[in-house]
């Protein structure tokens, strides 16, 4: 089982290491998106044989298009390169792992030929069709972003998504995955042929939400399709965000033999947590002590 993991990134440099480190081995590499408005040099530790980073650097904008348009870059890349990779699993650079590599190597193993990407069709919870419907513009046109926003908020920003995405139906989930390879293949080819699904997300809130996931919900993958391996609490109310990862969420982790979950998309194992931060390192000790316990690992050798 070879995976290509795909960070894509632009804080939290100590932790994104010590999580390269400790998932690191002879069939994992790991690909690297800096946001292009972030100094190279705070990521100057993250070096290594299997970390390869991306030369074409793209300036991401919160909840916008040129975060689906690094996401895709990251795939291209790991495609294209020598080691032919099994499985591609995207993270955000604020996770830290629940279970050791040779657990998630084998654990995609085990589940090869699934797609572990959280989505529904729209509307769902969270993710209704204004998202598609209300036009919003990215900042790199920020006269015509001001001029709608103003519009939105008296109902003069609408369009009807059927124009635009034909017989597509819409899906909708959270940003995080594990894709084949295949899977992957099937999202560049469709970004190629289909131009017009990117143009469209180009003017939508958190494309990185609903370009991916509508592909593969209007594709043979659809099938295969499971939730994502990422633990996230959304708890707090409505539009705040995941909490950050705390003593009592380790506490949890601790308690269980798998962290697994099941609610509306599904049963499945969280094999890692979202959100930690270089100011939360220190329960990443907390939870390599947890693995190794669980797994009854040799102790930590820094890995």
């Known amino acids: 089982m070879k995976i290509a993991y795909l960070l894509f990134i632009y804080k939290n440099p100590q932790l994104i290491k010590k999580t390269v480190d400790f998932l690191s081995c002879a069939d994992a590499t790991f690909f690297v998106h800096i946001d292009a408005k972030v100094p190279l040099g705070q990521f100057d ?9 991306i030369q074409k650097r793209i300036s991401v904008y919160w909840a916008e298009f040129s975060g689906v348009e690094a996401i ?36 995609l193993e085990t589940n090869r030929g699934c797609e572990f990407i959280t989505m529904m069709k729209m509307p769902a919870p969270g993710k209704p069709l204004a998202r598609l419907n209300t ?8 006269v015509l972003r001001f001029v709608f926003r103003i519009l939105a908020k008296f109902g ?23 894709l084949s390879r295949e899977a992957c293949q099937y999202v560049l ?4 042929k289909h131009p017009e699904l990117a143009r469209f997300c180009t003017n939508i809130h958190a494309p990185e939400e609903t370009y991916i996931h509508t592909i593969l919900g209007n594709s043979p993958f ?19 965000g995941p909490q950050m990862i705390k ?6 982790f601790e308690s269980q033999e798998e962290v697994s979950v099941q609610d509306l998309h ?17 329960l990443t000790s907390r939870i390599t002590a947890m693995i190794e316990k669980k797994e009854k690992l040799p102790q930590s050798d820094g890995h």
């Open 156 to 178: 003069l920003a609408q369009r009807d998504y059927r124009k635009h995405l034909g017989e597509l139906e819409p899906y909708s989930g959270l940003t995080w995955w594990a």
């Open 247 to 252: 003593p009592h969420h380790v506490s949890y």
């Open 135 to 142: 036009l919003r513009y990215p900042s790199t046109r920020p």
């Open 72 to 107: 895709l870059h990251l795939m291209r890349e790991a495609l294209a390169f020598p080691q032919r990779f099994d499985y591609f699993v995207l993270l955000s650079g604020s996770e830290f792992p629940l279970r050791s590599r040779q657990y998630i190597h084998q654990y």
């Open 266 to 282: 599904g049963p499945g194992e969280q094999l890692f947590a979202r959100k930690l931060a270089d100011e939360t390192l220190a």
């Open 189 to 192: 080819e469709f970004t190629q």
């Open 45 to 53: 530790s993250l070096r290594g044989e299997n970390v390869v980073f």
């Open 222 to 240: 659809k099938p295969r399709i499971r939730r994502n391996l990422v633990f996230e609490d959304w708890s707090q109310q409505k539009g705040t």
